[in-house]
């Protein structure tokens, strides 16, 4: 099994930037394939941006293509996702998690959370 922790959230104005790092141990992050998620208050959790298992192929909402990246760093076992040009509606929970099937963008696909972590974009 893999264990996930997400940081880097944080209150941030729009136009602005924010890293999230999502560290995991247990196991390789080439192990798996990964996404990130996000939960608003009162809105379903809704996909953002998956990256395949061998890292080649990435997939992104299109709410936020363009604007945010997902990437991993094998040798530091971290998975990120860098996010641009922040949006009041960008504000959420954000969670990384992490498939040992083929990934996807249903949260019913991916077997390994992290606890989350907060996002403000204010304006």
């Known amino acids: 099994q893999v264990q996930l922790v997400e940081s880097g959230g944080g209150l941030v104005q729009a136009g602005g930037s924010l890293r999230l790092s999502c560290a995991a141990s247990g196991r390789t992050i080439s192990n798996y394939g990964w996404g990130w998620f996000r939960q608003a208050p009162g809105k379903e959790r809704e996909f953002v941006a998956a990256m395949s298992r061998s890292g080649g192929s990435t997939y992104y909402a299109d709410s936020v293509k363009g604007r945010f990246t997902i990437s991993r760093d094998n040798a530091k076992n971290m998975v990120y996702l860098q996010m641009n040009s922040l949006k009041p509606e960008d504000t959420a929970v954000y969670y990384c998690?992490?498939?040992?099937?083929?990934?996807?963008?249903?949260?019913?696909?991916?077997?390994?959370w992290g606890q989350g972590t907060q996002v403000t974009v204010s304006s």
């Open positions: 998690a992490a498939t040992e099937r083929t990934m996807g963008f249903s949260g019913q696909r991916y077997d390994y």
